[in-house]
Nanobody
Framework: EVQLVESGGGSVQAGGSLRLSCAAP????????IGWFRQAPGKEREAVSCVSSSDGGTYYADSVKGRFTVSTDNAKHTLYLQMNNLKPEDTADYYC??????????????????????WGQGTRVTVSS
């Protein structure tokens, strides 16, 4: 059973930065797409960012382009999301997700976690104005 454990969430003022981590002990990212969803209170879940380990292709939601950067450290079995210039609208629970079938380009159209292989419990990010 693969476990995805998110960390790095917290409270920050607008304009600040946070780096989220997703640890996947023993899990090899090869042939998987891995990335982040978020869900704000009262809003639908959305795909934030994704990286395809097979070809390095990435996806970013328009709302985070230029501010967020996704990366992986395969040796540490860890996924990161560097979030800069945070805005109050970035406040949400952030979830690490991975799948062996859905390419990153398809993630925005599949916001229910059921089709995905694995997902974490989430980490909360709160951005105050």
């Amino acid at each position: 059973e693969v476990q995805l454990v998110e960390s790095g969430g917290g409270s920050v003022q607008a304009g600040g930065s946070l780096r989220l981590s997703c640890a996947a002990p023993g899990f090899t990212f090869d042939d998987y797409a891995i990335g982040w969803f978020r869900q704000a209170p009262g809003k639908e879940r959305e795909a934030v960012s994704c990286v395809s380990s097979s070809d390095g292709g990435t996806y970013y939601a328009d709302s985070v382009k230029g501010r967020f950067t996704v990366s992986t450290d395969n040796a540490k079995h860890t996924l990161y999301l560097q979030m800069n210039n945070l805005k109050p609208e970035d406040t949400a629970d952030y979830y690490c997700v991975t799948d062996s079938a859905l390419p990153c380009v398809a993630w925005p159209d599949h916001t229910d976690f059921a089709p995905y292989d694995y997902w974490g419990q989430g980490t909360r990010v709160t951005v105050s104005s």
